[in-house]
Every structure is written in C-alpha cells, then in structure tokens.
C-alpha cells in the first residue's frame, strides 16, 4: 500500500488546515486509517484513527474536539481537519493504514506509513 498526504502548511494560531491521504496499490477492504504526528525532538504520537465503517474513532486527548478524523472509502482516502490549531500542533503528520478492523492508537495495528506534511502553526 502506498500512501500519499497533502494539505499541510504554515496557519496561525486559531486556524484550521484539512489534510488528506490518498492510498493506492491495494483494496483497502476492512482497513483501519489513522494519523499520527512527530514534533521536532520528540518521539511519534497517535492524534486520531477511524475503523474501515467510519463507526469507531480514536482521538488523542490533546486534539479532542478540535480535530476530526473521516474517510471516503470509495477513494480510499482518509482526512483530518484540524481547527483552532495551537502552536504546540507543529508537527509532520503521517497518515496509515493497517488491516485492522477497528479503531486503534498502537502504531503497532498499522502496517503501512505514508511520507508525512509539515503543519506549522505560528504564534
């Protein structure tokens, strides 16, 4: 599965972004997607997932209510909007998917990584 993420940039503080990952290369029949982010220094975090329904979704208590994860299964492309961004939400964010039939936060479910985008939010 291959995977690709668009839609990060640089916002202010307050703003919102929406970014989407195309997957190709395989049927995604029954595939969790979800998005995880690394900031400079620190180590790769779970921020949202979404089970192949669209029923079940995760979300790191840090982008709860703020942030929205979807999924349109007939592109095979999962989303994550963000609004009322903070600086603290500066990260290259990756998109994956795993054939897992839930939703999950364990990098561990996931299989396959897309390249990652910038977000950068200014102060």
């Known amino acids: 599965v291959q995977l690709q993420a668009s839609g990060g940039g640089l916002v202010q503080a307050g703003g919102s972004l929406r970014l989407s990952c195309a997957a190709s290369g395989s049927t995604l029949s029954n595939y969790l997607m979800g998005w995880f982010r690394q900031a400079p220094g620190k180590e790769r975090e779970f921020v949202g997932s979404i089970s192949w329904t669209g029923r079940l979704k995760y979300y790191a208590d840090s982008v709860k209510g703020r942030f929205t994860v979807s999924r349109d299964n007939a592109k095979n492309t999962v989303y994550l909007q963000m609004n009322s961004l903070k600086p603290e939400d500066t990260a290259v964010y990756y998109c994956?998917?795993?054939?897992?039939?839930?939703?999950?936060?364990?990098?561990?479910?996931?299989?396959?990584w897309g390249q990652g985008t910038q977000v950068t939010v200014s102060s």
């Open positions: 994956a998917v795993g054939p897992y039939m839930g939703a999950s936060s364990s990098p561990a479910d996931f299989g396959s």
